[in-house]
RNA sequence: GCCCCGGUGGUGUAGUCCGGUCUAGCAUGUAGGCCUGUCGAGCCUGCGACCCGGGUUCAAAUCCCGGCCGGGGCGCCA
């Protein structure tokens, strides 16, 4: 006899298994789910029932059930979609305090057999095999939390940017050249003409202040550079604010309350889901001050370890990760070479070597880069010359200094790798959904 | 792009150093059976695998070469 899928009918999906524990004993229920495994005893069978909210038991004795969910039951798969007809009942017998005895079942969807990983997770699976069949992966509870607390996460840092006054825009990302210089751009069709994928909305942030003042985009952007490491992506989602009549040191301290509103927020809203992957939250994250150490203290510190960095190179990872060990959690790199930096970062008034530019760090990794930028056009085209482009290729966007760009300061947050440092995942690929990296362009 | 490590049933592993008794072990899964309180249920029986291509050898999961795929460490990343 063949499986047969039932119509889902004028049947409602009423209750969410995370409501139903608090459900006075007899309240008739509908829901709806995924059968995750069905502990059979013989007369007596067991369905564990998920949903995106959690488990529930649905109970059905054999001798008290109608022959109807009996029979459906004998051809069952796991991870075959069901919806359940029944009772709340409070029970000790079940962990869980209560267990639902189905009137009727429904059954919406067959899954094939054999799974291609483990959903309960009993027997681990292997990086590459979660990737491949990621929809399933993501059924798992521990992964699907993380991204439920990236939503806490971008939910925190939405309020907190609008309660500052900022403005949320989106920018082009497609683009007609590739000459802001930096990363390598992807080259796409448009039409008859060619152009590339946007690798940060920069340029257009800082315009916006001339109008809007304080402005943020949350955005997906893309590099096309050959990276294989754990904290890098080729397509990714980055934070990016920029406010007129402000510098590095106020954007700096508006990161830093900005980091610690975010888990103001979370450990009012998840420290449950958090502990759950292993995070316990404490007051020190909420209160403790991210340190800030220059370019030139951190060469120092670097030196007294015994890893010697000229004056001028950026920070190699090994020399990152030896300097991580001088601090717990988030801090700030600041005072960069200003020959590090990209053009648009305001060299310091007092040495045009160093340059009001920041990294925020955690681990060795850096979360969040940003700065005061220069607002001059004459100053502006002189960087752009000392860093080797050409201002006639930046014309369109020079011209927007020319009549009244106000001071500005600003920086982008790579909101997956604060993810990571929440989560304490080891992986970027782990905290997004379907990561695009060298060479995974599937699922 | 460079260096290191790895690839064994659907899933995760043992075995590989030191080739043969590996007819490839275990767990999970799966099929069937027993079981009315399980909650990683338990017990019994069955099913299912050595990444690809060359080479060495009487003999290759095991050694050698190449490829593909993955992980880590770097580099790249205004």
New binding site residues.
């Given amino acids: 006899m063949r499986n047969t899928i039932t119509q889902r009918g004028h049947w409602k999906k009423t209750h969410y298994n995370c409501q139903l524990s608090s459900l006075p004993d007899g309240t008739e229920v509908t829901v709806m789910g995924w059968l995750q ?10 369905l ?1 029932l998920r949903d995106s909210t959690g488990v529930a ?1 649905v ?1 059905v ?4 059930a109608t022959k109807n969910i009996v029979d459906l039951l ?1 051809k069952l ?2 991870e075959s979609v069901i919806a359940v007809k029944g009772v709340v ?1 409070r ?6 305090g209560f ?1 639902v ?1 189905p009137s009727e079942l429904k059954v919406l969807n067959y899954a094939k ?6 959903v ?14 990621r929809f399933m992966d993501l059924r798992r509870r521990s992964e699907l939390l993380i991204f439920k607390i990236q939503h806490e996460v971008l939910r925190a840092i939405r309020s907190f940017l609008h309660e500052k006054g900022f403005t949320e825009v989106f920018t082009p990302k497609i683009l007609a050249s590739a000459t ?5 751009l992807f080259k796409v069709k448009y039409f008859d003409k060619d152009a590339y994928l946007a ?5 257009y942030k800082e315009v916006l202040t001339s109008c809007f003042e304080k402005v943020y985009e949350i955005g997906v952007y893309f ?1 096309a ?8 992506l080729n397509e990714f989602v980055s934070v990016d604010i920029e406010a007129a009549f402000m510098d590095y040191e106020d954007v700096m301290q508006l990161l830093e309350e900005c980091i610690k509103h975010v888990y103001h927020h979370l450990a009012a809203n998840c420290s449950r889901e958090l502990r759950e992957l292993g995070v316990e939250l404490t007051k020190e994250d909420v209160t403790k001050h991210f340190p800030r150490i220059t370019y030139s203290k951190a060469l120092e510190v670097l030196q007294d370890k015994g890893f010697a960095i000229n004056w001028g190179e ?1 920070l ?6 030896k300097l991580s060990e001088e601090f717990e959690g988030y801090y700030f790199i600041t005072d960069w070479p200003t020959e ?6 305001k060299p310091s008034v007092k040495d045009k070597n160093i340059c009001e530019a920041f990294d925020l760090m955690w681990r ?1 990794i ?1 979360l969040a ?1 940003g700065g005061t930028r220069i607002h001059v056009r004459e100053e502006l085209e002189e960087s752009l010359r000392l ?1 080797g482009l050409n201002p006639e290729s930046f014309k369109e966007h020079l011209k927007a200094f020319d009549y009244g760009m106000p001071p500005h300061a600003g920086w ?1 947050l790579g909101l997956s790798r604060l993810i990571m440092a929440i989560t304490r995942r ?2 970027i ?1 782990e905290v997004v959904l379907f990561p695009r ?4 362009l599937t699922p």
């Fill in positions: 495994d069905v502990r059979d005893l013989g007369k007596i069978k067991f564990v038991q109970t004795k054999v001798d008290a004998s798969t796991r009942k029970t000790e017998k079940s962990r869980l267990e005895i057999k054999p799974l291609p990983l483990e309960t997770g009993k027997t681990p699976a292997d990086f590459e095999t979660r990737m491949s069949v802001e210089g930096g990363a390598e690798q940060s909305p920069q340029l590099r550079e050959e990276s294989n490491t754990p904290y890098h950026d190699t990872t090994p020399a990152l990760r590090t930096k990209p053009f648009y970062i060795h850096e880069s860093k982008g080891q992986n690929r990296d060298r060479t995974r």
